[in-house]
């Protein structure tokens, strides 16, 4: 990747063969991730730091492999591959590193979803790593939700796609998630069993409303599309006034204890997902929701600043409390206080708060996936922060 294709980007949009355009948001995420590429290794980086370091790349093997297949899938809605991304070819490199690192088991059902989204064959080794994973009924006791998320969005799309093979799996995933992960609440449990189970991230919710959907439209099951409705409506309700989505739920009770840390990947990428299919399923409030959230990034938060490098074409992270960058532990104790005494977490205004420096590239790729065909929202996708970033107007370094 050499990045030839996105340099000299008209502001208004690129042309793409057949006529087609990019929006102004989606040509500053490609430019955007040129700087988190790794040419050497062949795959985008873990970390791009934003604190002004020389070296802001930072590589840790197993994430970068699971972001770049995050990327990938992002890539894949593109009504044109950039011609200097051969998406085949870094798919099989990094699918590859995937019985060899210690990644994730829902690093599998992203290779799942991205390989049948891009039309490539895994691996073989890779496919029997993954046969044994499902056929492994005891095993999937250790499933947390984003691997079960995972896995079975991933069946889905290669069920979609036409490969018969992983039908199989399709409904028994489904129904272990309906009876081990699903909360009379609405929200889903983050593990089929166990005192953790109760305390879900919004990631948790994510994925799990995400694979429901996903196997619903292919199955036809409508219990899985009304128990993804389901928990839209709920997080809907859930959702800050400024629009920020809460990072963790009691489950259970299907409640907040705590906001924080508010991520910009859940504003622009990770929540989209999900709402684009509950508008498609008529769910009440799910554009406005989305757009509520996006503005987030715009500095209609606590902070009252906007949430891009665009000097970068980046992302920052999130806003966390101050004292909370390198520890979970004030978290965990406020989110276990909150949830055993009843109460919601609320907000705590910005002279509380601090950023996250850096931006992870699979963030980029959520919103590739999410803005890479909507064309409702120019409101978003043609704001003028991303339309004079693409013009050069933004010299200032990221603070």
């Not at 829902?106 to 390989?115: D, E, I, K, S, V």
């Amino acid at each position: 990747m050499t990045g030839r294709s996105l340099d000299g980007v008209e502001a208004t949009g690129r042309v793409l063969p057949g006529g087609a355009t990019n929006s102004p948001l989606i040509d500053y995420t490609l430019r955007g991730l040129r700087r988190c590429w790794l040419p050497e290794l062949g795959r985008w980086s873990h970390i791009h730091h934003l604190d002004g370091r020389p070296d802001p790349n930072e590589s840790l093997p197993p994430s970068d492999v699971f972001y770049t297949l995050n990327v990938l899938l992002g890539l894949s809605r593109l009504s044109a591959m950039p011609e200097d991304i051969d998406a085949p070819k870094i798919f099989r490199r990094n699918a590859l590193h995937l019985t060899k690192l210690p990644v994730a088991t829902y690093a599998f059902g992203m290779a799942l979803w991205t390989a049948a989204r891009l039309s490539v064959d895994l691996p073989p080794d890779v496919e029997q790593a993954i046969h044994r994973l499902l056929t492994d009924r005891a095993g999937w006791e250790e499933f947390r939700a984003q691997d079960i998320g995972m896995l079975l969005t991933g069946v889905a799309a290669q069920v979609g796609a036409g490969n018969r093979d992983w039908e199989r799996y399709a409904a028994p995933l489904f129904r272990f998630l309906r009876e081990r992960y699903h909360a009379a609440s609405g929200l889903f449990f983050d593990a089929p069993a166990g005192l953790r189970r109760r305390f879900a991230s919004f990631a948790t919710q994510t994925y799990l409303t995400v694979a429901c959907y996903h196997y619903g439209e292919i199955a036809g099951d409508d219990v899985a599309v009304a128990m993804a409705n389901g928990c839209a409506r709920r997080l809907i309700e859930l959702q800050g006034p400024d629009g920020e989505w809460p990072w963790f739920f009691d489950a259970l009770h299907g409640r907040v204890v705590d906001f924080y840390e508010v991520y910009s990947v859940h504003q622009y990428g990770m929540a989209p997902a999900w709402l684009e299919l509950a508008q498609a399923h008529a769910v009440d409030g799910a554009q406005a929701a989305m757009v509520r959230g996006f503005n987030w990034m715009f500095g209609a938060n606590e902070m009252k600043r906007a949430m891009f490098a665009p000097e970068l074409c980046l992302s920052i992270r999130s806003q966390v409390r101050k004292g909370e960058l390198t520890t979970k532990k004030r978290r965990v104790l406020r989110a276990i206080g909150n949830a055993y005494a009843q109460r919601s977490a609320g907000l705590i205004g910005g002279a509380g708060l601090e950023l996250r420096l850096e931006c992870r590239s699979y963030e980029l790729g959520w919103i590739l996936w999410s803005f890479a065909q909507r064309s409702d929202v120019p409101e978003l996708t043609h704001h003028p922060l991303f339309v004079a970033a693409l013009s050069g107007q933004y010299r200032t370094a990221a603070a």
